[in-house]
Structure formats: C-alpha cells, structure tokens
C-alpha cells in the first residue's frame, strides 16, 4: 500500500469553477502535510502547509485536512489557466522530522 | 538570494561511467534531501542529511553515495551509472523546528540520461 495516495488525472475544470484535488495517507503519525505545484518541467513550489483538522485559506487556495479520516484536501477557487499544473501531496511524520513522502500527484487542467 | 543551487542541469552518461550532481544552499538550513523523480512514481527520497556531518538512506538508496561536504552543500555520487538511473535529479533543503518555517525549497533539478 503506498503511504500517500493522489488520483493521477488528468483533472480538467473549466476557468473560474472549483478544483478539488484529494490526497489519503497511511501513516496515522504523519503531523504535516504539503501541497506542492509543479509545472513541467520544473521543480516543486510550495503552496500550503496544515498540520491543524480543519481548513487553512490563502488567497484562492483552501487546504482541508481532517487525521481521523487521513485525509488532506487543496480547493482552488476561481481557477484560472495558470492553475494547470501536477500537484503534489506530501506528508512528514513528527515536527523535527521533517522528511517528506510525496503523493504521485494529479495534473491539473484549466479550460479557458 | 539564490536559495538551492544544483549543478548540472543535463548530463547524458553511458553504462558504467561516473558522475557526481552537485547541490548548495544559502539559506542556512541544517537539512538536505536528494529525490528522483520518475514519471508514475512520483519523488522518491535516495539520501537525506539532518544536519553537517550525518546522512542516512531514503527509500532508494542503491547505486548512490553522497556527502555532506559542509552546511551548504551535499552532493550525490553515481559510482557505476545504469540507464534505470536515468531521472530527474532534485535536491532540497529544509529547517527543522516545525511550522511557520517549514517545508522544502527545492534546486532546478538535473535532467540525467544513461545510454
């Protein structure tokens, strides 16, 4: 069983709706959790981070995170094209231990 | 600032021949990672390095060395390259401690091939 899971895509929303894009974890000791964009051909960029149950906003990005379920969520609202990218789920065990596992990721299409 | 720094950005080796990927920081952080990322695989970790000094094996560690030369730089080393090495290389720096600091700042990355 893989430790982080992410539906591969590709996920196509149209410009201006709502993208979901859902990540499940193993390990019920994982803290933290990351969501990372990746352009093609390009290195990660970090998103957000939640370690708290709830929701985490910023700007048009929502992170959700809820353990008991093990399960982490990134809403991006009022999609725009330059949203089209593969993003990465990654999770850490303990704060100190800050070694990541990434998800496969989902690549995202905008449709103008 | 120039954040992560790896070199080189595309290298083509044959079976057998050596190589080693370069990486530094200048963020003054104590943690650095090398991944390779594969297309369905997703980053996988070869080696980490908590803190100057100290390194341990990730999830995919043979066929690699590496070395902490100090706190900015850790660098990658194929002894004997295999075309099921061909990948793009990533390093990444982090400082530990937690949250708000927190998460990796990722190099450029090193596209390798092995004929």
Known sequence: ?112 | NAGVTQTPKFQVLKTGQSMTLQCAQDMNHNSMYWYRQDPGMGLRLIYYSASEGTTDKGEVPNGYNVSRLNKREFSLRLESAAPSQTSVYFCASSEPGGPPNYGYTFGSGTRLTVV
């Open chain 1, 1 to 112: 069983q893989k430790e982080v899971e992410q539906n591969s895509g590709p996920l196509s929303v149209p410009e201006g709706a709502i993208a979901s894009l859902n990540c499940t974890y193993s390990d019920r000791g994982s803290q933290s959790f990351f969501w990372y964009r990746q352009y093609s051909g390009k290195s990660p960029e970090l998103i957000m981070f939640i370690y708290s149950n709830g929701d985490k906003e910023d700007g048009r990005f929502t992170a959700q995170l809820n353990k008991a379920s093990q399960y982490v969520s990134l809403l991006i609202r009022d999609s725009q094209p330059s949203d089209s990218a593969t993003y990465l789920c990654a999770v850490t065990g303990n704060f100190g231990n800050e070694k990541l596992t990434f998800g496969t990721g989902t690549r995202l299409t905008i449709i103008p």
